[in-house]
């Protein structure tokens, strides 16, 4: 496979670059969402995190939104194959399954570092105005999890150039980063816990963190790790977004007090 991928011409690369990223995004995003608006409510698996409804228009934003990053991706994937041409990196065509196993669970920490990096950057002052398209989605859903500003779609999809220079990886390896990182982004975004037993801190309370990224805006920037995290002192509380989800609250009470022909009210 590594043959077949370096010899193809590059604008075969980018089509089946678009095509790879359109069918992970649309297939995680379609299963996530069957999960939890269906199956698992009535399994009486999980619970919803953020009870707010969406916004007028959100879904149909964040799929216009994620086609662009699709297409940036997709067509990003020049840059890989161009240091492959150019011998700047080189991959491993007789990599076993053990070292496969290994380089995988090497990029999956990188990618939370690179992730943290660049996700903090977005929150200053001079790059937040590119972060502010994703943070549209307050109350998040699967299919927010590419509908990123193309400035920010750049940012995070170079996330395995600095890993080729450094390391020759099996081309499995380095394909198994975009399909774990959207598994990973997609319970994220998927605004439903599916492990309410774990703590807080544990690797499967990932949506409970990253939704409240998205409730409070600030803290928690890391991925599915917690790491980054605890290392910097960006960890958001618990129930730091209760306010917000108590205001909602007491705005629904009020309004179903003054629906006519509830609560003693004339009819």
């Not at 290392?231 to 705005?251: M, N, S, V």
Request: proline fraction near 6%; glycine fraction near 8%.
């Amino acid at each position: 496979m590594a043959q077949t991928f370096t010899s193809l011409p590059a604008l075969q690369v980018m089509l089946w670059g678009v095509l790879f990223f359109g069918g992970i995004y649309l297939g995680f995003g379609a299963i996530t969402w069957l999960l939890t608006r269906r199956l698992l409510p009535a399994m009486g698996i999980g619970r919803v995190l953020d009870p707010r409804p969406l916004q007028p228009g959100q879904l149909r934003r964040e799929l216009g939104q994620s086609g662009i990053s699709v297409l940036i991706f997709g067509l990003g994937m020049v840059f890989p194959w161009g240091l492959l041409q150019l011998g700047w990196a080189r991959l491993d065509p007789d990599a076993g399954w053990r070292q496969i196993a290994v380089e995988i669970l090497v990029l999956a920490v990188w990618n939370d570092v690179h992730f943290w990096i660049n996700h903090r950057l977005l929150h200053t002052r001079l790059l937040r105005r590119f972060h502010g398209p994703h943070h549209r989605s307050f109350v998040t859903t699967p299919w927010a999890t590419y509908s990123f500003h193309p400035i920010e779609a750049l940012m995070l999809g170079n996330v395995i150039l600095l890993p080729m220079v450094v390391h020759d990886f099996s081309f499995w390896s380095l394909a198994a980063v975009p399909v774990f990182s959207l598994f990973f982004n997609c319970v994220g975004h998927s605004n439903y816990d599916f492990f309410t037993g774990v703590s807080y801190s544990h690797w499967f309370a990932a949506s409970r963190r990253h939704h409240l990224h998205h409730a409070c805006h600030n803290g928690n920037y890391g991925f599915q790790f917690t790491f980054m995290d605890r290392l910097f002192g960006t960890r958001i509380a618990a129930d730091a977004a209760e306010p917000h989800f108590q205001a909602f609250r007491e705005k629904q009470a009020r309004q179903q007090q003054q629906q006519p022909g509830q609560h003693g009210a004339p009819a």
